[in-house]
């Protein structure tokens, strides 16, 4: 088996940041690609740059795959395929530096989201500070709306009695009794 090597350009507006790296190293196994290499590459369009060596059909088929499949989100204007004579390392030797590298950017991004989701918290906790005063008044409000609500009652049972002692004379009077 005579070892080839290929370069695949692939070139458009959105081949970066949705996983098309792991697509193509996924279906590089698949093909039975053994040495594999994707970088992405950033110009005026976003670059993925893929370096595969293996057998003659193995490289020719996967090139042909590449040209024409393409992860979901992906945005693409142009597929090139070239020659390529450089060192390409070893697929599994790739995928355990490339897999390293991506942790790395997870773990960042986890902090940046608990960093984040710290500060939603604290103003949570603000919130419900600010609820709890406002309820605090609320309950003040309505202690001194009940005791005015007594107070009144108080009055009008007063009034309404004597209302009605007044109604029992005048009907004495007028000879309704």
Known sequence: ???VKGKIRIIGSKVHDIGYRYFLMENALAFGIEGFRAVNIGDEKQIVEVYVEGGDEAVNEFCEFAKSNFPPDAVVDEVRVEDYTGYIPKIEAFALVFNIGQSRKFIEY???????QDKM???????IKAVKEVGEKVDKVGEKVDALRQDLKAYL????RKIE????RI???VGLK
């Open 157 to 160: 049972d007063e009034r309404f």
């Open 171 to 173: 009907k004495e009077a």
């Open 1 to 3: 088996m005579v070892a």
């Open 165 to 168: 002692i007044e109604i029992e």
């Open 110 to 116: 986890g902090k940046q989201v608990l960093g984040k």
């Open 121 to 127: 918290l604290e103003k949570q906790d603000e919130t």
